[in-house]
């Protein structure tokens, strides 16, 4: 596997904390109602032991049709992944049918209904929990445990006649109530954990694909590169010595002035164009800024381009009054410089709110001291006034002896 796909990887299935929720909740639900299975058989014994039941039929029917329902329900809810919402809706109904049939059923002593607990008190319980864990509503948990308490009450109405019976049932109304309600409370701060965790997992994974995608395009910017000056290379092993021969003074050169022009505007064109790093791509403006070399490279200076990271679109406006502005800085080193070598660098403005360059044209010729010259027409006008039109802001630094630096800067 490659180091690429390793960054994109999907987050480990551990982290499928929804799958896990279920599986848990599944086995809550089905060991709740495995132990309220084992108190109503003791309320059965109970019950069958004093005599407790009045009609023995129906407290039989009662009890099987929610017994078959409860192991119905526990497969139900340990084979499938999530439990359909109707089987929450049905659980409850066959909950309320059996509690109000087995009031009818058995005696209504205070034996019978305080300790043998026939009304099927603890399924209650189970159910609630039930429907809040696996629903994870409000609604559907508020609407169970209000139909359960209102055929809770409906069941106990005719043996209710002192206080302590009204006390006793809202208290086993509120047990049903508040399990429904806590397991609510519970189910739903643990999916908000889930789904932080699932957010959190999708931003790494989203962070790792754009890692990748980084890493990719700086590879296929190197190789790009590399093949760039392998191509320079050769064209400069061969077309280009040849030209620099033509368009030099020499015993090659070119005996027609015009041919040696054209063969000095195509070397600087072609030194221009030849990448010196992996950002150094064309753009419109490195394009006219190598244009703005040729004039002076026909007057024999040797022009040495850098470029990096430019923006793809400037405005031409732009464009133009860095090309010319550099033209005429390039023009006053051929010119007064007495060197026949300059740099021309152009790069991109870090952290700026909008794209920004600045451009550089740097020599090494013999300068001069700006207190004691005044700065003539063409550094006032073509250059510092041009590029200030354009919202941008240029400089001349300059030494005697130690050559002169136009620095252009857009936006200033």
Do not use: K
């Not at 359909?84 to 209904?113: K, S």
């Not at 607990?117 to 508020?142: F, I, Q, Y």
């Not at 950002?279 to 490195?286: A, E, K, P, Y």
């Not at 070598?341 to 044209?361: H, K, M, N, W």
């Amino acid at each position: 596997m490659s180091a690429d796909s390793d960054l994109v990887a999907p987050v480990p299935a551990v982290l499928d904390l929804h799958r896990r929720i279920r599986s848990v909740v599944a086995a809550v639900v089905v060991t709740s109602r495995l132990i309220t299975f084992a108190m109503v058989g003791l309320s059965i014994g109970a019950l069958a032991g004093a005599h407790g039941y009045t009609s023995v039929p129906l407290a039989v029917a009662a009890y099987t049709v929610v017994g078959l329902w409860g192991a119905a329900f526990i497969v139900l809810a340990a084979r499938h992944d999530q439990v359909p919402g109707w089987v929450l809706t049905v659980d409850v109904i066959v909950t309320c049918a059996g509690m109000i049939a087995l009031a009818r059923a058995a005696q209504t002593d205070e034996f019978v209904n305080v300790v043998a607990n026939p009304d099927l008190e603890p399924v209650t319980v189970a159910v609630a929990a039930a429907v809040a864990l696996v629903g994870a509503s409000g609604r559907r948990t508020a609407l169970s445990c209000a139909g359960m308490a209102a055929a809770y009450a409906a069941a106990q109405a005719s043996m209710i006649h002192r206080t302590a019976d009204v006390l006793s049932s809202l208290s086993v109304m509120s047990w049903q109530a508040g399990a429904g309600c806590c397991c609510y409370v519970f189910i739903r701060r643990l999916h908000d954990v889930a789904h932080a965790v699932d957010a959190a997992a999708e931003e790494v994974t989203a962070a790792r694909e754009r890692v990748a995608a980084r890493r990719a395009q700086g590879e296929e910017r190197m190789r790009q590169f590399r093949e760039q000056v392998r191509r320079y290379r050769t064209l400069h092993d061969g077309p280009l010595r040849i030209l620099t021969a033509i368009a030099g003074p020499g015993p090659a050169g070119h005996p027609d002035p015009a041919v040696r022009g054209q063969c000095a505007v195509s070397v600087n064109v072609l030194r221009g164009a030849a990448p010196d790093e992996a950002g150094g791509s064309l753009t419109d403006l490195s394009l006219a800024l190598i244009e703005a070399g040729n004039q002076s490279a026909v007057r024999g200076l040797r022009v040495t381009y850098h470029f990096a990271n430019l923006p793809e679109e400037l405005p031409a406006a732009v464009i133009d009054a860095l090309a010319r502005a550099s033209a005429e800085a390039l023009s006053n080193v051929a010119a007064h410089a007495g060197t026949g070598r300059a740099q021309l660098s152009a790069l991109a403005i870090d952290g700026a709110a909008r794209p920004g360059v600045t451009v550089a044209v740097v020599d090494q010729g013999s300068g001069f001291d700006p207190a004691a010259v005044q700065l003539g027409y063409g550094i006032c006008n073509s250059i510092l006034a041009r590029v200030a039109e354009v919202g941008g802001a240029a400089s001349v630094d300059s030494h005697t002896g130690q050559g002169t630096r136009v620095d252009l800067r857009w936006p200033a």
